[in-house]
């Protein structure tokens, strides 16, 4: 920019209450002076005259902050939002300001502006088929479980619809959807600094029979589904007779499953370990929960 601003009147300008920021080039101006100008430009006041007022000397600041170009006024926003903006000052039955001078004033083309009022059937048959493909998208959202968008691009191949994938997730961000992270499991947080290692000794190593019956015991979790939910059965079965020696059924997976499970076996008076076993069994235990 040719006016360039001198290292004496940036300060000057910044004292202003009305200046937001400046630098050598540029002049920001807070919103309350852009309204405020914008009210007494429509009372027909000249725009300088309006600085000068305000305690903002035009002839420093210079004509073309004042009346256009890149930084005038420190509005930055996209040229659609501006079209809007002027679209909207001039449909006031009171409006004193023509359009030249509005688009001057954002630092857009008049031409342009033209051209957005034409395109405007154009956009709104754009949004009215966007409208039509989010539902789609929102359909295979909440199919079963919130999904993101390549989940939703399968589920869209599934119902015969081809959409791609760029245009979902588009579409996800226009209309704020957003698919839900699965939050951390806090036991298995807690586990971590209790465990040196996740890889257990191999005391068994495949040997089930020789050490004879309710020696080696087995235990696992079933997942049983039923209509409207799911519960866990947890049973011990000796690995030589197959023989279930204890079960526990839950509606969670949580760590109380394992103690509850636990207590229930020591309690069997046929389920008894030497010393050293106990504490494998717990590790195991707790490992598999």
Known sequence: MKNRLTPTQVPQLRANVFVENVTENYVFFTEAFKQLAYDQRQKGKPLREIFRDNGIDPDVI???????????????????????LIHEAVSHDDNLLNISYLCRLAGVSRSGYYAWIEAAPTRQAREDHDKLDFDKVLEAFKYR?????????MRLLHTGERMNLKKIRRLMRKYGLKC??????????????LHTSTVAPNVVNRDFISRGPR????TDITYLFYKGGCCYLSTILDAVSHEVLAWQLSESLEVQLFFTFSNTASRKSYLTFPPEWSSIWEAQMLIKY
Not at 74 to 84: M, Q, T
Not at 145 to 153: L, N
Not at 182 to 192: E, G, H, T
């Open 62 to 84: 210079g004509s073309l902050r004042i009346y256009g170009g890149t930084g005038s006024t420190g509005i930055e926003a996209p040229a659609e939002v501006k079209y809007g």
């Open 145 to 153: 479980y919130p999904k993101g968008g390549r989940g939703i691009y």
């Open 180 to 193: 839900p992270f699965r939050k951390p499991n806090p036991y298995k947080q807690l586990a971590r600094p």
């Open 215 to 218: 020696k080696v015991l087995l």
